[in-house]
């Protein structure tokens, strides 16, 4: 079928698109973006006229979430997940290993993609655990892995062990094209820590992780990717200083690459301690940093030093968080939240323009996981976000589309609002709030 | 005059509020409402009968996941004195052992309409926890490494009893300062009522950003010692040095223990205070633990004033019970 979307500002930064155009798709792809197509392009299927306030752009990629399935469906399944993921706006995301058993071969692959298949929503893209039931001692079956499907390396949730493994699965991985994502954080340094390591650990008596557990394994595995000729990608980066080992690495060349979550660039630890003190909702990790850090995240959103924002989107029970701080799981969720979080805090902020946020969310993750998306040229996949940019939208955590609810964004207002997600040439979301004149199909 | 009388004065006043977290949330008067209060209660502990009828009719709870024995004695000789009934729940707590959740446990216990927890738990906020699940008055009786507040305000009592005041006062904090919850509120306290307070231990157990609490950060002892109206030892746990926090006792010592001679630096009137339980020939040699500067036992018995002052005070005090007698 063929569909026409007339009048809204088109974003498409891979092809140098900013304006107010009509974009054509062809089945599952998309045929022409032009200025004023003639309706006779769409003859036979659906013609859109969409308010100039709407802007299209290719599909927004969360390339680091937590799906839980197999084995944790409590907190999240594959097709809640994705259906948290176009409610926010995503036509992709890309999940952690970190299930029950760990996706360290092709059956928890391709039942992951099994299950996204059937949901038939956001695409599914698995990462697969560098090591051997992310022990950390035996790398995984890595072309086993990309064979079913995988797109990418992590042991997230922990490090990879040792420099040695590191430098191993950099070298392996690097013959299937594969980026190594690198949940860095030094073990020793991190210890029972729960928040960060600050005067606000101190006053509230929780236990402290320094920014630099994070920029010492960031340096160790830069160091590696240099010296190997490997990618490493540095997944949720939080502190200053690994921003600044990123960027020396840049510097000389090295093929390293980053990702900031939402709650990094808006929040600091202020918010364990007011205004609900110990509130479970503000404990995950990386943890909430200080003020220079946040800052340090901003200015390296705006320099381009960041090349992803990635949502870490971790669903945890309510009964899970509902006890002692240092007792609940590390962890938000985030599908829901980050676009309107990143259209008013960053683009209305004036911290970056719309191009560069379509970069930092679709372009940019593609490149980096080498998946489809991330433009409209003619025959690229109809991966299509429209977003409302001015449309207002308190976030209701019990009316996400997701399992879990624990955002500590609950009742804050934002200014920008996913307003429909096409995967594939089918709109699989549109929300009803903002007036879009399409609805999601049935298959 | 052994009767249960009412000779005493106690403040026709409350704190007007549901529990007692922590130091942090107290104004400067409501410290001081405390202290004044305490001085009532320590009357009534020297009476040969030492009981009160003001919590008549009222069930404490306490609720301990840690082991305790002097706070938990403590809190429940002042409750007694204050004719309430008390009942103590002594709950094994292990991160590892899988069971019923600290919200359930209390939410289960307040379903029996007791009128006040008392909560001793080893993580940091479970007080916080508590407070927010609960309809009970929560008192911490100290969570994890955040704050013990009644600790704190036994030390007040008992600074202010021995210097008459606290503002101005010097006073030096030497120990464990990470791992420390009586540091917390003892630091909270005693800056808001304006004394100069000076903490000192290895750089490796003091908790980054700590100066921000509005004290003198330091790893001299001679440095905080010198001209203090109040030392104050944190005890040093032998699991810390497993920690690789220092080397050995017997260097901490050499480096930190509080001795006669490193005590000469003080003022002459200086007092030596320790929460307890103390570990002689550690943070604190015996003859300064035992000697004439020494206030450990003081401490000891205020401290069930000053949680009797504090039980009376979130009870409702004077503002639902007229009299005390």
Not at chain 2, 83 to 88: C, F, H, I, M
Request: hydrophobic content about 45%.
């Amino acid at each position: 079928m063929k569909r026409l979307l007339r009048g809204a500002r088109v974003v498409d930064p891979a092809n140098g698109v900013d304006g107010l155009f009509d974009v054509l798709i062809d089945g599952a792809h998309i045929r022409k973006v032009g200025r004023d197509l003639p309706v006779s392009l769409a003859e036979g299927g659906q013609i859109v006229s969409l308010d100039p306030a709407f802007v299209i752009c290719p599909g927004f990629i969360d390339m680091h979430v937590h799906l839980r399935e197999p084995g944790q469906e409590h907190k999240e399944t594959v097709a809640t997940g994705v259906a948290s993921a176009v409610a926010g706006g995503f036509t992709a995301v890309a999940c952690m290993p970190n299930t029950k058993p760990v996706n360290d071969n092709a059956g928890v692959t391709e039942l992951i993609l099994k299950k996204a298949a059937d949901a038939g929503l956001a695409r599914v893209y698995p990462i697969g655990a560098v090591s051997r039931g992310q022990a950390g001692e035996q790398l995984a079956d890595i072309a086993e892995l990309k064979q079913a499907g995988c797109v990418a390396l992590s042991d997230d949730g922990h490090p990879v062990s040792t420099a040695l493994l590191a430098r191993r699965a950099m070298e392996y991985a690097g013959m299937f094209g594969m980026p190594l994502i690198e949940h860095c954080e030094d073990p020793s340094l991190k210890g029972e820590g729960v928040a960060h390591e600050g005067p606000m650990a101190a006053s509230l008596g929780l236990k402290g992780i320094p920014g630099i557990a994070e920029a010492i394994t960031a340096g160790r595995d830069i160091l590696i990717a240099e010296m190997v000729g490997g990618h490493v990608h540095v997944a949720h980066m939080s502190a200053w200083t690994t921003l600044e080992a990123v960027r020396q690495g840049k510097s000389r060349g090295v093929k390293v690459t980053c990702e900031v979550a939402p709650h990094h660039f808006t929040l600091t630890d202020a918010l364990l301690a007011a205004p609900v003190p110990y509130d479970t909702d503000t404990k995950m990790n990386p943890p909430l940093r200080e003020q220079r850090d946040l800052a340090a995240m901003l200015a390296g959103i705006a320099d381009g030093s960041v090349d992803v924002i990635a949502t870490d989107h971790a669903p945890h029970h309510a009964d899970e968080k509902n006890v002692e701080y240092d007792r609940a799981p590390f962890g938000i969720v985030g599908l829901e939240t980050a676009i309107p979080i990143a259209l008013d805090k960053l683009v209305h902020a004036g911290v970056i323009r719309l191009p560069r946020l379509v970069e930092l969310m679709s372009v940019n993750p593609a490149a980096i996981l080498k998946v489809p998306g991330g433009s409209l040229a003619e025959g690229a996949v109809a991966d299509i976000t429209i977003l409302a940019p001015d449309q207002s939208v308190t976030i209701d955590r019990t009316a996400f589309a997701g399992k879990s609810r624990n955002t500590p964004y609950h009742g804050w207002t934002f200014r920008g609002v996913a307003a429909a997600t096409i995967v594939g040439g089918r709109v699989v979301y549109a929300n009803p709030a903002s007036g879009i004149a399409l609805a999601a199909e049935a298959r | 005059m052994d009767a249960p009388t009412t000779d005493v004065v106690l403040p026709a006043t409350s704190l007007r509020r549901k529990d007692l977290l922590g130091i942090a949330e107290l104004t400067r008067e409501e410290i001081v409402l405390v202290l004044d209060t305490t001085e009532a209660m320590k009357e009534i502990s020297q009476r040969q009968i030492k009981k009160v009828p003001a919590l008549r009719g009222r069930t404490v709870v306490n609720l301990f996941f840690e082991p305790s024995t002097r706070t938990r004695t403590s809190f429940e000789i002042a409750e007694k004195r204050l004719s309430a009934d008390t009942l103590g729940v002594a709950v094994a707590s292990s991160s590892v052992v899988k069971g019923e959740t600290l919200v359930d446990t209390a939410k289960n216990i307040e379903a029996m309409g007791p009128s006040m927890i008392v909560l001793r738990h080893p993580a940091s906020g479970a007080a916080h926890l508590l407070s927010r699940v609960c309809k009970s008055p929560i008192i911490n009786a100290g969570d994890g490494l955040h704050e013990h507040p009644t600790q704190a305000l036994l030390d007040a009592f008992t600074i202010r009893e021995r210097k008459g005041r606290i503002a101005g006062l010097k006073v030096a904090i030497v120990g464990d300062l990470l791992h420390s919850r009586v540091l917390r509120s003892n630091v909270l306290l005693l800056t808001k009522l304006g004394a100069e307070v000076w903490v000192c231990g290895p750089p490796t157990l003091i908790p980054m950003g700590l100066e921000q609490m509005g004290v003198h950060t330091t790893s001299s002892v001679d440095a905080a010692v010198e001209g203090a109206d109040v030392v104050m030892m944190l005890r040093i746990q032998l699991e810390r040095m497993e920690g690789g926090f220092f080397p050995s006792l017997r260097e901490y010592f050499r480096v930190f223990g509080m001795t006669s001679a490193r005590l000469k630096r003080a003022r002459p009137d200086v007092i030596v205070m320790h929460p307890g339980p103390i570990n002689r020939g550690v943070e604190i040699a015996s003859d300064v633990a035992d000697g004439p500067f020494s206030v450990i036992l003081d401490q000891v018995a205020n401290g069930v004033a000053a949680r009797m002052a504090v039980l009376y005070l979130l009870a409702g005090g004077g503002a639902d019970n007229e009299t005390v007698a």
